[in-house]
């Protein structure tokens, strides 16, 4: 018999967040961005809910990151007063909104181009000025210009442009990237220098860089967000421990067709198909050995075939996904827990926020 408060009387597929874990995550990350120097400017894609949000801030973070605008309208809309959108704002559809936003908190953006740094110029004349920061290509080989000498020519645009205000640097690096980095940050910052530019602000980040933040000297502050849940692909990079997870996925096994096969209630709907590098689709906790070998919508097929002990028809399991981001943004609610004594369903506020 479960006690009357157990998640396992929870109905599945079920998110499942213990806060204790995040709590003692947010702790460690914070003492570690402290020492390292750095100031933390937690990614909330990984929680998307804004009391968690508010957790990290209460730690010591000085602000969060978003992508979208319609994601940070959820976080101003609940008091987060510093936000930076580490994402191309692009289109004259989306600049109302991300006007209102201004308007209302502490805002910082990103541009990459002359066009996208226009868009925004022609938005913000006669506005209250948006700070813009220039994203930098230091190895991640997504968004950013390629050297030193772009990102000085686009600083020069914002600093002329009446609506905006120039920020400093950006970049999301390659993981183990940080002398990349410095190497990029400096070279820029001294051509900003000699052209009497200020870049108050050089900011770095990702969780596969976490933990060598402090390599980056140049950088002032890093961006992170996984590290709030943590999950398998962080366990894998050697961050964490599994122990170290604060998302699991609650599953029914629904069916047993074979003496090695399970079938469970959380398919791609709940797990998510983003593998990350790994064969499988999760770690299975109750059963470490079994093998989550395929996904289709509502069904995750379990190869128990190295399993010594076998779930039965009615078991519930817990799953630490690949990738914990992803499982966020399918989910309107995520159950909280302590140690396994539920506490509260809670929204993901800014779930499906991706304009």
Not at 59 to 78: H, P, R, W
Not at 120 to 145: H, M, N, S, Y
Not at 321 to 347: W, Y
Request: with cysteine; aromatic share 6%.
């Amino acid at each position: 018999m479960t006690e009357n408060n157990s998640i396992y009387n929870l109905s599945t597929p079920v998110v499942l967040i213990d806060e204790n874990i995040v709590d003692a995550n947010i702790k460690r990350v914070q003492s570690y961005l402290d020492q390292a120097g750095k100031k933390s400017r937690p990614h909330i894609k990984t929680h998307k809910i804004p009391r968690f949000a508010q957790k990290q801030l209460d730690a010591g973070a000085i602000g969060i990151t978003c992508q979208k605008v319609s994601e940070a309208q959820v976080f101003a809309d609940a008091g987060i007063k510093d936000i930076m959108l580490t994402f191309n704002i692009v289109g004259a559809e989306k600049m109302e909104p991300l006007r209102k936003l201004n308007e209302q908190v502490t805002l910082s953006v990103v541009a990459d181009s002359a066009t996208t740094i226009d868009g925004l110029a022609a938005a913000f004349e006669g506005q209250k000025p948006l700070t813009v920061l220039v994203e930098c290509d230091t190895g991640g080989g997504r968004c950013g210009v390629q050297s030193p000498a772009q990102a000085l020519e686009l600083a020069k645009k914002i600093n002329a442009a009446p609506g905006l205000t120039f920020g400093g640097l950006m970049t999301y690096p390659s993981p183990n990237g940080e002398d990349a980095v410095d190497q990029f940050f400096n070279g820029t910052k001294a051509l900003l220098d000699e052209s009497g530019i200020a870049c108050p602000v050089l900011s770095s980040g990702g969780s596969p860089s976490l933990f060598s933040a402090e390599k980056a000297k140049s950088a002032t502050e890093h961006r992170a967000g996984t590290y709030i849940y943590n999950d398998r692909s962080l366990v894998r990079a050697g961050h964490c421990t599994f122990d170290d997870c604060a998302m699991t996925i609650l599953a029914t096994v629904v069916s047993r067709p074979t003496d090695d096969r399970a079938v469970l209630d959380a398919g791609s709907k709940a797990l998510t198909s983003d593998l990350l590098g790994f064969s499988d689709f999760g770690y299975i906790v109750d059963y470490p050995e079994a093998v989550i070998s395929g996904l289709s919508e509502e069904h995750a097929v379990v190869d128990l075939s190295a399993c010594k002990d076998k779930p039965q028809v009615g078991d519930k399991i817990r799953i630490i996904p690949n990738h914990t981001c992803v499982v966020s943004n399918l989910m309107d609610q995520i159950a909280l827990h302590r140690d396994g004594k539920f506490i509260e369903m809670v929204d993901v506020a800014a779930r499906g926020k991706v304009w």
